[in-house]
T-cell receptor, first 115, second 110 residues
Framework: DTEVTQTPKHLVMGMTNKKSLKCEQH?????MYWYKQKAKKPPELMFV???????INESVPSRFSPECPNSSLLNLHLHALQPEDSALYLC??????????????FGPGTRLTVL | RKEVEQDPGPFNVPEGATVAFNCTYS??????FFWYRQDCRKEPKLLMS???SGNEDGRFTAQLNRASQYISLLIRDSKLSDSATYLC???????????FGTGTSLTVIP
């Protein structure tokens, strides 16, 4: 199984809502990532989890709160978002460390719209 | 200075053409190198890993030049289905961070 799954595929939320994005992989990868991607831009790293511990936070606003309940699951909790947070949110996983030939596998993403 | 620099294009080429993309990186200790392909409104998917010895997969050839710190991707006999954005990705010296180029947009024209 070389698949990373993400739910939901689409999400529309108001600025006062609380929602969560979910990501799952069963490849035995111990590194998991959240990226944000705006149209015509490359993915922008938000968070990295290594062995279920947060190892990198790229100065992401606190309205985004990641959680890694176990080695297969990664959540992103959203609260009080702004319209400019509308984007495609991608989850990825890799071996940890990736090693000389390790690559990231991406999920299909959640397309988020904040009204 | 950005970790990875990539010409955003766009590249518009006729079917059957050969097209090459280059990407430069700033950290000489970077460990791993990849080309990803991303179709519109889809996730990035691995196209090829890039090794010092160079590697080829059908119409695609990737090269790594560590001395000059660049990687390249050559596509021969372009097909309409090759139209996509091509992202070069470089890992950190510890290998646990992936740095993306801006992506190069390719459109293959009939």
């Amino acid at each position: 199984d070389t698949e990373v799954t993400q739910t939901p595929k689409h999400l529309v939320m108001g600025m006062t809502n609380k929602k969560s994005l979910k990501c799952e992989q069963h490849m035995g990868h111990r590194a998991m990532y959240w990226y944000k991607q705006k149209a015509k831009k490359p993915p922008e790293l938000m968070f990295v989890y290594s062995y279920e511990k947060l190892s990198i936070n790229e100065s992401v606003p606190s309205r985004f709160s990641p959680e890694c309940p176990n080695s297969s699951l990664l959540n992103l909790h959203l609260h009080a978002l702004q319209p400019e947070d509308s984007a495609l949110y991608l989850c990825a996983s890799s071996q940890d460390p990736p090693g000389a030939r390790g690559e990231q596998f991406f999920g299909p993403g959640t397309r988020l719209t904040v009204l | 200075r950005k970790e990875v620099e990539q010409d955003p294009g766009p590249f518009n080429v006729p079917e059957g053409a050969t097209v090459a993309f280059n990407c430069t990186y700033s950290n000489s200790a970077s460990q791993s190198f990849f080309w990803y392909r991303q179709d519109c409104r889809k996730e990035p998917k691995l196209l090829m890993s890039v090794y010092s010895s160079g590697n080829e997969d059908g119409r695609f050839t990737a090269q790594l030049n560590r001395a000059s710190q660049y990687i390249s991707l050559l596509i021969r006999d372009s097909k309409l289905s090759d139209s996509a954005t091509y992202l070069c990705v470089v890992t950190s010296n510890t290998g646990n961070q992936f740095y993306f180029g801006t992506g190069t947009s390719l459109t293959v024209i009939p």
